[in-house]
């Protein structure tokens, strides 16, 4: 747990000036690895700990080299491929996130909200890591191949490539992303269950509706042109514009708190009374 609670904090440190985008010096670095102890006085040993880590890599940030820091960074895929994907798409998650609260100039930043989108994509990409090989080896185009119109008109490795994303779009994706997306996010920012499942009910179909538009297109590119070891990292770049959608249409659950729900309830009993009141009027005064 405390091994967690580190990667996400060097999360934030490296990511909370993303508006800005220009990668942080030393001294921003140590103002908000400060910041951080200062608000979670719980976690200050961490935040001290992986501040520790991260350190090093700012100061080698100050001038970087394109072509050396993909080459470290497919060493790390190599040598340490579920860590590294995992905090690729926690980080690019974050600053998805950053960017949509950036849209309003009123509201401060809100740390729990991101904290909860760097949480769910480091599990989202722990399920992908799995879950991928286990769909290219069970489709093959056998499935849609087995559809006349289909089989004429596309080859096998098409087909497959069909049946991956359908498969990653159609079975993941509503049955584990989502589900899991609303109750962590929801846990994490406050949200009583009820108050999840009320953000899950209002937000789910228009979500998933954008997610088919926007993420078939995607992965149909991942599974057909992308090596193995770069499709998450992939995804990952992808998802920061997804995040960005994702954060401004359900990002905040401050909506769903308790407050906020007895406030809807007490406006929906009154538009009911007043729907009441209007109504044997309005059906008297027709000819």
């Known amino acids: 747990m405390h091994k967690a609670i580190r990667i996400i904090i060097s999360v934030f440190i490296v990511s909370h000036h993303v508006s800005s985008f220009s990668l942080p010096d030393l001294h921003v670095f140590q103002s908000v690895a400060t910041d951080l102890s200062h ?12 501040a520790t880590q991260v350190a090093p890599h700012v100061k080698h940030a100050a001038g970087p080299n394109p072509a050396g820091l993909l080459s470290s960074y497919k060493q790390l895929l190599a040598t340490n491929p579920l860590p590294t994907k ?21 509201a401060e ?29 069970a489709c093959h185009g056998q499935f849609l191949g087995s559809l006349p119109f289909l089989h004429d008109a596309f080859d096998a490795s098409q087909l497959a490539v069909m049946e991956e994303t359908l498969a990653s779009q159609l079975g993941i994706v509503p049955f584990f992303y989502y589900p899991v997306f609303f109750a962590l996010t929801g846990a ?11 953000r899950a009910k209002e937000n789910f179909i228009p979500l998933m509706k954008r997610n088919l538009l926007f993420w078939i297109p995607v992965q149909f590119i991942q599974f057909g042109y992308i090596q193995e070891d770069l499709q998450i990292p ?21 909506n769903y708190t308790p407050e906020k729900e007895m406030e809807k309830d007490i406006l929906s009993a009154r538009t009911k009374d007043l729907a009441k009141i209007t109504t044997p009027n309005a059906v008297a005064q027709q000819p």
């Open 39 to 50: 608000t979670f006085p719980q976690y200050a040993p961490h935040v001290k700990a992986a």
């Open 86 to 106: 995992m905090l690729t798409g926690a980080t690019l998650a974050v600053c998805g996130d950053a960017i949509a609260q950036s849209k309003d100039e009123s």
């Open 109 to 137: 930043y809100d740390k729990r909200r991101a904290a909860s989108f760097a949480a769910f994509d480091m599990a989202y990409r722990a399920v992908q890591h799995f879950a991928f090989p286990v769909i290219v080896a």
């Open 188 to 198: 994490i920012q406050g949200l009583s269950v009820s108050g999840s499942i009320n």
């Open 234 to 254: 992939f995804l990952s770049v992808c998802g920061l514009a997804w995040t960005f959608i994702l954060s401004v249409a359900a990002g905040s659950a401050k």
